[in-house]
């Protein structure tokens, strides 16, 4: 018989170094009251303490300290396994303090550990991370130094490279749903994304462990119809109906919008232009890059979002399918806070087998940020100095998309540009180079990218890149820039050059519409 229970009594069901599963992407799919008061618990008893985590995706806002950010308190965890540690600052400082155990690995590959640990698997084959920080050649996904244990393996099966990840195991999971019946069966109808919500129930019920539930709603006549049940009553243990609805939004910033949830086709949709910047001058170049036959697409956080907008705006955006890693296909991807949702979305799929789509190379076309580049073309995105950024589900997508596009400022910290006369004119130059003799962390990796002969581009503001046989080579420069002061003074190393060096599309630094057709 399920119980329904007060948020205030999930801690006293949560055992002294137990290991918690917790589901959540950004601020979509997170228990937040069940948080809230296990927080809360711990700083007025202590307890429970010494919990192990293991997340797929970061969630939570650092600036008011809700989810995983609750649980960064010394004592309070003593190891975790994640996908991305950028929107929990506060589990980063306990790992360079080093007062946690922490691993980082790549997000698909850990929620699809979830689904191998339901079916109590001895670990995941996967052959993403191979050559970055996640190969046990480099770092074995391994944080700080007081993290020793191997988790990944290295394993050369079937006449290739697989690397093993070991197979965990979940004591609690804290998740998220809509609406309860009488039997503890669960819906997600309110819900942007699926998550890994029945893979992780399955994992810990088949532990022996306890899941609970966050919901809205309870039905309390009838039962939820079978083909809208996401996790059968027999996997869950307790019920917490969210008293306080502020802390059981459908994001942190929404309380409920239909658009993430329904499918509908909007018919003349105008879109405002938006302004002539350096990140719509970097959008309008990636953009350019595409054809119909690239019609699946995936767009990273941050500056590749303004893609889309880029596509609406020329009234390109109905040729192409875009696809975000947590589940959601097709439709508008949401930006922000909302990242990670889409405006009248095709379908959602679990985590799980949106990344089997994707690391198998089911995407054509994947943009993604751009922070440190070397000379062999490897990307840094989840470590700068003492700041634990995590890779989320950059490996994954990087490794496995036909064709990559790193997008970005050319450098950083204060970069300010013009437009006159359509030409690019650098008033201020950005204080961090980006393009550096080595990257601090291999989240991709070039030489990697070369021998499986990918085509991977890098587009700035001011130059365009391309991954060559012999390095990473100048083949695009702006107008208006000059090559040895703007570009070649800005590196750490020198790249080749193009023969054939070209002006980037004088249309992208103009103020009307490009009129692009693709």
Known sequence: MNKFIKASDVPKLINDGSTLLLDGFVTIGVPEEI????????????????????????????????????????????KAIGGHWGLAPKLGELVNQNEIIGYNLPQGVIAQMFRDMAANKPGTLSHVGLGTFVDPDLQGGKINSITIEEIVEKLHLNGRDVLFFKGQKGDIALLKGTTADCEGNISVEEEPLTLETLSMATAVKNNGGKVIVQVKNILKDGYIQPKDVKIPGIMVDYVVVAENLDFHKQTFIEHYNEKYVMREKIEGLTVEPVKLDERKIIARRCAMLLTRDKKILNYGIGMPE??????????????????????AIGGTPAGGLNFGASIYPRAIVDQPYQFDFYDGGGIDTAFLGLAQCDSEGNINVSKFGPKIAGCGGFINITQNAKEVVFCGTFTASGLDIAIEDEKLVIKTEGKIK?????????????????KNGKKVTYVTERAVFELKENGITLTEIAPGIDLEKDILAQMDFAPLISEDLKLMDLRIFKNEKMGLQL
């Open 35 to 78: 948080y809230y008061e296990v927080e809360k618990s711990f700083l007025e008893t202590g307890k429970p303490r010494d919990l192990n985590l293991i997340f797929a995706a970061g969630f939570g806002n650092a600036k008011s300290g809700t989810g995983l950010n609750r649980f960064g308190h010394k004592g309070m965890i003593k």
């Open 306 to 327: 303004m893609i889309a907008t880029i596509l609406n705006e020329e009234g390109q955006e109905e040729h192409f399918i875009p696809t975000v890693e947590p589940g």
């Open 434 to 450: 980006k393009f550096i003799k080595d990257v601090e962390q291999i989240t991709f990796s070039g030489n990697l990218a070369r």
